[in-house]
């Protein structure tokens, strides 16, 4: 039995709240479980330098773990004066998935950067990430709708994303920290609201996973991504 | 007249939330308006090296700032490959200002970090910090009593700090970030809960101030600090 | 059609050899194509600082490319001060892939340390490096056998990677480079011998993909794969 | 008793050396007791980026000690890669010190930056940079209107500073590194000739201190600085 | 006795294969022996800032090492997030002895920067290097002649490098790793072509050395030169 | 005709003194002309790792230079994070000139730091630190030998050194700064006391220098040297 009585397809109780902080175009403080991301989206009307003058956009993203995230407590990375190799490699995942549902070259000029900050990590933080970011980015393209500075929204619809697992035969869906370190694979995925897949990452840290395995882990993340597109369309209806 | 109809001498309401995450051993928001800082205190049983064998205890402390915190976005530090010297500053005045209320003679050989994060600024930040730090901290010590791992708290009260600041000829209290830029003298004051001064520290931005000046933002300070006080000790009784 | 009139689900001709340089336990030259990695393993005899005294082994693994292995220069990540994202995720990578196929249990507190380092770069540098790293190990163990220190190959098999994409409707096995720039779809596939996945990586560069092309995508590598595991065979066999 | 039969309000013996070396626009050696430090000011036609356009000026100020201006040997920060929070604080500290006597709008579009290097440290390096770079600011803009790039001063008159601290009972003036490391409280004093106050920032080491001892150390300050201050007008007489 | 009956005035077996990899402009690799290094010779029609609009070219270096060059691993340079004092002296002293023979006025604003990174070391790297370095730039060159963006060479003529070395009483030319670890003095010599000294460097490792022994060390780096050299012109005429 | 009417074979005046800072070893400030440079030499009884155990002393230096110490300001390498290239060559340069004439067994497990800050540079840097190391280092030395550390001084000499140069036909010595950029050839060399080579660094900035011109070098630096050696002694016998 899964903690909290879960069944193995059902993804944590998710809660979106918009507005979270004053100042960012769009803030959101995404919780999947115990696990809360704060997703702040900024717009600068400013793109990087190799991009300049092709009257294109860009979206880009950081990550980041308050050092007491986590259940002791992880050193500071602007203290060790460097990002680790899991920070780059989830913000490059985040950045690639957000980067896929907008039209970038509907943007203009324009920059957007989605700061993703765990204030506290129960499994999935990249995924939850991911999803949160979404909502937030839609929030930044709306205010440069309301503002004139955008015709229409660039954004071909949302994305989320999804951890599953394989837990001996068990296939889970969402892992939450204590099953994610147990898991034998761990797989993420990152869907378009139409159930186009964006990102597949499959990884066995036990056992290798057969075929048959992986259809499985998809299934039970299609499952997943369906609710939480369902939450990322009515946090955004409010 | 000042933002909110605020009275020159009036603090912003201040909210101090314990149990704010999960898994620190203290884990306190606390809000002055619309700043608002996590700090999360964590016990490592393990002293830095040049402590060691000594029989004493530690206490440190490290700042940060979300980079959309601010109203344009800040870069982050653990990207740009350094903490500034400003970071750097504030993160020595918070962990003197917490060493300076406790008896580290009597903690035994433990280390507690206290990590404030700011989540919002709109001034006032490092005063938030110290008066959230010292909650954060009496929530630890407290769990090490809870465990048998100290037998009396080591902490000789609370401490509490607030800026002070002259715009014009008014000496206001517990400025707001719009305050903040316009003032010709900025001072930070911490003291214990007692009345008495841990760290003084007052800047010219504009006009020298004279010594009737000093006095009038002290008395100004010392009013805000015992406000403050009053409001670490409310949160304590819950 | 393709570059050199190769099939879709064609591999790039394979040449692994073995002992390219003189002192490495390990060392293989692997190219794919155009595509030149030399891998060189080195055995020490200590652990991370984490891992010891539990008397088990490591496997880890660098990336890195030469300057002028690419098109145009790129900068020396030596003289920048810090190895990039990309580069942090490939290594991660191939470590994870080494380690899938290891009983570390039966190593001994040894530990390998496979270095990668592009000497050409014609696409799927990544894979090239799993596949040439699996043949290097193979020779690090081996000698550790010669020399009494392992009375057996704590190898369960090879491990090999091949790159699949999607480019329009195609779905072509081990890309390159001119093909990898333009794919939709791009997807690194790493697998054990006998057909079972540890790392699955599929990414819509372009427009999303369906269920369907992702099932395409891993008939393709599959079949690559068994042809990359003969090359390490045959190689390990001479 | 103090060592060297000092009084308690009497600083060291102060000597200030101008034209030191022979490049920088302003070099001066200052020499409070045995602590020695080096205060060269460069000019540079070209401001700080944010600045540019404004026909403004700046001043700005960085600190170093040489690795063995102390007791035993201090790491060299170029050598440790970067600059401690110590360093920074100081820097940032002497650079708001010398900009509050500087009217920015009537230097244009210049910029000074004063390099206080510490040859030898015995108590004191912070206020002695200062006092001594204020004197080769005044030699800088000297060497500017000598050479008609201004017509006039842009200071407004001197900046000095001294630290006092309390020991015991006993406020002490301009305190030499065995008493600093031994007072409860300590305090840097900045002032202008004219004797108010630029920055004021006192440490409770030990006990925290009362309102009336904040007095006396002001107190005691303020005469300690028109010591100074004579010793500046002093120099630049010659 | 040498190893492999080398003369003590024989150089090792030199062999120079121009084209090694595909995309730079120039490609050499150099062996001396079992020293092997990669020179790859990259034009970019870019010049560094300081030298801009002045119509005159740049010739810069590269050097690296790859981890497992060397009898034991080396840490990776990238990895440890600087270029260490050796990598420095090493592509500093290579980027002079090209600049040596260059007419850097005849090239126009074009830069070419020679990328030496070392496959197999077993002592003179640094000089295999410079010989190595000097065919690349040379093959750049023609492929700047060949385009027609250069109407002449403006090399003056080649560079080579040697290493000699007093073994005891022995002068010992070309030495390989057990020799260099050895030797009471280390010398490196650069020469032109036409046997004039670009650059000497002799250190004594153990007893310092006379002049009548730098003359006749000078003598054997003479005679090495002139077959490396050789080398040179008859690998360029293939 | 050189400047200050120096013949060509003339070393500028040069000025040792002894115990220039007070907590230093070893303190001497050496000036040639006007550079001057100021050489701390720490005793600390504690070798680097490697050689722990092995009953040896080290003996290593730091070189630095102050920002102002060039007509034009230079960014402080403890700003920029890093030590440059000509920083570590030299300071490599001195540590091994230094060790050149000690007895590393006879020093036992202690190890002598020699920094090297240069005050004001005119040309020679490099040169007078190790002419005033060497002083400062003996001074180190005797003070072991005072506190009944050691037994004997491990010296077995002094070591000093030159810069000399070709200035188109003519062969100069003891360059200064306006000489150094002119001259053709710079040479650097390093000697014992009774004349024999430790060190000799000729590079030719224009023109190749030939064997002729080589062994005008060497002559007139020899000149210089005895000079150099006959102030080192003086200064110590005072």
Redesign the interface.
């Known amino acids: 039995m899964r903690p909290n009585d879960r069944a193995a397809d059902q993804v944590r109780p998710i809660k979106i709240t918009r507005n979270y ?4 175009e769009g ?1 959101v403080l995404v919780e999947f479980g ?1 696990t ?1 991301v ?1 997703c ?1 989206a ?1 717009i ?1 009307e400013n793109v990087p330098r190799w991009l300049k003058g092709q009257g294109k956009g860009w979206v880009t993203a ?1 990550y ?1 773990m ?8 992880t050193r ?4 060790s ?9 989830i ?2 995942l985040i950045a ?1 998935s957000l980067r ?1 549902v907008v039209d970038l070259k509907a943007m203009g000029e324009i920059m957007i ?1 989605v ?1 993703c ?1 765990v ?2 990590a129960d499994g999935g933080t990249r995924t939850a990430s991911i999803s949160g970011a979404s909502v937030a980015m839609a929030d930044a393209f709306q205010s440069l709708i309301e503002s004139g500075k955008l015709k229409k929204n660039p954004m071909k619809g949302h994305v989320s994303a999804v951890s599953v697992g394989l837990l001996g035969k068990d296939v889970l869906c969402d892992l939450e920290y204590v099953e994610d370190s147990a898991a034998d694979t761990d ?1 993420n995925v990152v ?2 609201e139409d159930g ?9 840290e036990g ?5 048959e395995e ?1 259809m499985a882990l ?1 299934e039970s993340a299609s499952k997943g991504i369906s609710e939480i597109t369902a939450a990322q369309k009515a946090a955004l209806a409010e």
């Not at 004066?81 to 490699?89: I, L, S």
């Open positions: 902080t004053a100042y960012a803030s115990n809360k704060l702040n900024t600068e950081e980041g308050l050092p007491r995230a986590t259940h002791t407590r500071r990375e602007a203290a004066g460097k990002q680790g190799g899991r920070t780059m490699e913000q490059r690639r896929a950067t700061d900050d204030i506290q797989m869907m378009t186009k897949m964006i990102e597949v990452q499959g990884t066995a056992e290798p996973f057969s075929h992986l998809l």
